[in-house]
């Protein structure tokens, strides 16, 4: 499966790779010093031992995945017969025969009164996995054995086993599974630290079905955002990986897991040396909680956040662009009932520093629902620190859609410092941009005509003069940004535009 990355023909595949084991591997490396500044920097070359003994160590804990999940027939009536497509491999000459045939005869003619029902289908599906415990405990990936009726586990000797699914996770695309009547397995441990970028790591899994494949490389970054969720927090990694490596481990070199391989950057569906994994944090926080009672809990504070940049960092008062700038407060949450405002930075929780919007919902997410936690905000260029006790975090709960905004009357143009033209808002609060200068920083920080204007420097914004008195106040104040909350499509934002003082 194929996940396109903005325009480009690029996508994201949901891969991975499998190892289970201990391992004590011992690896030469140079520790290299800080230099004196404008000193040549000397690199001496090391060749690491080879990764035999910790491939021997992990391997017997690595298992390949079968999954079978019954795929809904269409209910046929008289004189109907169902067309069943072949199992043919992807590219496979025969492959445009049968789509032919199909086109022009499926689902028509043939049969009469009184023909039975259709057969049930299924679909197979391989992936990877570890083993993370004696008793048969095995890690996986939610998208491999999700809407499984069947799960057959293989192990590195060749012997089989039916797994029984414990739990999943949806939102960190992890899956528990247990092996039926399992003891005295071998197993792998999560790594306490974590990995460094330039760190060798090891993957071991059953890429196109071919278990007990071993790859290596290194760890090429941390911390990748791919867009799926507000958790990720993606390891990338270079070994290769392909399709069927899906849920199994990537390895340090002392045979501790450090993540599990879950998605490749490729754009034709194999490896090309961008593959990407789950943190051993996460996985051990979610897999633990799986193995509890076979769910996932989180806490909830209840906040619409989105990053602080360096405007919005400069208009409200900040020294760094860090923290989660809150939108909105969710209707009747933990946030909303504290004293929680739109505007607020929250810039720590429990003294700890949060550095972006992921952070906080990383952090938030890691607490138990009903334990109480210290968050420190910025508002007013001050910090002030608001208790709060986390709720549960359940499906997510959107913010009503507010109307969509058509300004009617003349336009009133504002100070020529911003480019905008404001209108009022005829179907609710603020003031709607009717239209703006190309070339004004309004129009490069992304104003477009139609977004609504609700607050300006913390003041409401209901015309074009309510606009230009707030731009005059940050001026006088000694800043040349100004903090805007605006609503496009029912979506709240902040912007920090910065004021042209000279046109």
């Known amino acids: 499966m194929r996940f396109p990355i903005g325009s480009s023909r690029w996508g994201v595949v949901l891969a991975a790779t499998f190892v289970v084991g201990i391992a004590g591997a011992t690896v ?4 290299f010093a800080p230099q004196p500044a404008n000193a040549q920097i000397s690199v001496q070359s090391v060749t690491p031992l080879s990764f035999a003994d910790l491939v021997d160590a992990v391997k017997p804990a690595v298992v390949s995945i079968q999954v079978r999940a019954e795929v ?44 039975t029902p259709p057969r049930p289908r299924y679909t197979q599906a391989v992936g990877s996995g570890f083993i993370i415990s004696a008793d048969g405990f095995v890690v996986t990936n939610n998208h491999v054995v999700e809407n499984a009726d069947q799960v057959v586990v293989t192990m590195d000797d060749g012997d089989e086993r039916t797994a029984e699914v414990i739990g999943t996770d949806p939102r960190t695309d992890l899956a528990l599974l247990k092996i039926d009547s399992a003891t005295a397995l071998p197993y792998v441990e999560f790594a306490d630290q974590d990995v ?23 760890v090429s970054a941390r911390g990748r955002d791919l867009n799926a969720n507000a958790y990720d927090d993606f390891i990338q990694i270079d070994a290769a990986v392909n399709r069927g490596n ?11 897991v450090v993540g599990v391989n879950t998605a490749i950057f490729s754009p034709n569906g194999g490896n090309i040396g ?49 923290g989660a700038l809150v939108t909105e407060p969710r209707p009747d949450s ?33 607490m138990r629902p009903g334990s ?30 507010q109307p969509e905004t058509t300004p009617q009357p003349a336009p009133q143009p504002t100070a020529s410092m911003t480019g905008l033209t404001l209108v009022p808002n005829q179907d609710g609060d603020g003031a709607v941009v009717s239209d703006i200068d190309p070339e004004s920083v309004a129009a490069d920080k992304g104003f477009r005509p139609g977004d609504v204007i609700l607050e300006a420097n913390g003041t409401a914004v209901s ?14 104040d000694g800043r040349s940004t100004m903090l805007i909350k605006a609503s496009r499509d029912g979506a709240v934002r902040f912007i920090g535009l910065p004021l042209e003082t000279g046109g």
């Open 372 to 401: 109480n936690v210290d968050i420190t905000i910025w508002r007013d260029n001050a910090e002030q620190v608001i208790s709060i006790t986390l709720a549960e975090l359940a499906d997510e709960v959107a913010l009503a859609d």
């Open 28 to 31: 030469a490396t140079t520790v």
């Open 463 to 476: 015309s074009a003069g309510d606009f230009d008195t707030a731009a005059k106040a940050v001026l006088e």
């Open 196 to 218: 460094r970028v330039g760190d060798w790591v090891v993957a071991v899994g059953n890429p196109f079905g071919l278990g007990g494949t071993v790859t290596a490389g290194i």
């Open 274 to 322: 961008i593959a990407f994994a789950i943190p051993a944090a996460t996985v051990k926080q979610v897999v633990f909680d799986l193995m509890d009672d076979g769910s996932v809990t989180r806490g909830y504070l209840g906040v619409n956040i989105q990053p602080v940049t360096e405007d919005i960092a400069a208009s409200v008062g900040l020294a760094e662009a860090k």
């Open 334 to 366: 933990p946030a909303q009932r504290a004293g929680v405002l739109s505007g607020d930075v929250i810039t720590k929780v429990n003294g700890q520093q949060i550095a972006d919007s992921r952070d906080l919902a990383r952090t938030i997410a890691g």
């Open 72 to 115: 809904a027939a269409q209910q046929l009536g008289p004189g109907q017969y169902q067309f069943q497509f072949p199992d043919l491999p992807e590219g496979h000459p025969l492959e445009r025969f049968f789509h032919d045939f199909e086109q022009q005869f499926g689902n028509r003619g043939g049969g009469g009164p009184g023909n």
């Open 246 to 256: 899906s849920g199994g481990p990537a390895f340090n070199v002392s045979g501790q």
